[in-house]
């Protein structure tokens, strides 16, 4: 059975400040997603990395997808109030029909 | 492009009744998952379809849950009867057939309490 784990699982920050998120798991994955979930919402899309090692940048935050293609980590810069939610990363195992699993999330919150 | 759509998007039933959601994926993906979400968690795979055979059901309790979906594209899923712990946000997502990566994308969820 594949585990994703997130930590931290909560976290408070005020405005500008930076933060990591991690996403671990002893399982190798096909694929990597980070989704950000509000409130009475489904979850959305925020990047997919596919390549051990990939780093890819939206803006102010930057995903990275390990060399083993076992973790994932994402990082925001200068966090604002609009970053508040929760994310989840997700492992996509495509020689298991395109399964996806989830970690349980970080809930994130950031103060003015 | 439409996104996934679910209905109803809220429901509150007593326990023992049974309820049923609906969905209909992205036109022209091919998977598509039913998640049980309970606030503050991440979703938890119930059951996934491929056009309209099942992948994975492997943690749909299925002595109380069914899902189905017919010619491949709307799907639904039902709980007879329902219990206390089956409060919860339902989300159905879909995904098209890349066999380099899977990215899904959900619908709004239907928003479930049993009282």
């Known amino acids: 059975t594949q585990l994703l784990e997130q930590s931290p699982q909560f976290l408070s920050i005020q405005e500008g400040e930076n933060l990591t998120v991690y996403c671990n798991s002893s399982?190798?994955?096909?694929?990597l997603q980070w989704y950000r979930q509000e409130p009475g919402e489904g979850p959305v899309l925020l990047v997919t990395?596919?390549?051990?090692?990939e780093v890819k940048k939206l803006k102010r935050l930057t995903f990275q997808f390990g060399d083993a293609r076992k973790d994932s980590s994402l990082h925001i810069t200068a966090a604002q109030p609009g970053d508040t939610g929760l994310y989840l990363c997700?492992?996509?195992?495509?020689?298991?029909?395109?399964?996806?699993?989830f970690g349980q999330g970080t809930e994130l919150s950031v103060k003015p | 492009e439409a996104g996934v759509a679910q209905s109803p998007r809220y429901k509150i039933i007593e326990k023992r009744q049974s309820v049923a959601f609906w969905c209909n994926p992205i036109?022209?993906?091919?998977?598509l998952y039913w998640y049980q979400q309970i606030l503050g968690q991440g979703p938890k795979l119930l059951i996934q379809?491929?056009?309209?055979?099942?992948?994975?059901d492997s943690q749909l309790p299925k002595d109380r849950f069914s899902a189905e979906r017919l010619k491949g594209v709307d799907s639904t899923l039902k709980i007879q009867p329902a219990k206390l712990e089956d409060s919860a946000v339902y989300l159905c997502a879909s995904s098209y057939d890349d066999r380099r990566f899977t990215e899904a994308f959900f619908g709004q969820g239907t928003r479930l309490t049993v009282v």
């Open positions: 036109s022209g993906h091919a998977t």
């Open positions: 379809f491929q056009n309209n055979g099942v992948v994975d």
């Open positions: 990395v596919v390549t051990g090692g």
């Open positions: 997700a492992g996509g195992i495509y020689n298991q029909g395109g399964k996806l699993i």
């Open positions: 399982s190798v994955f096909s694929s």
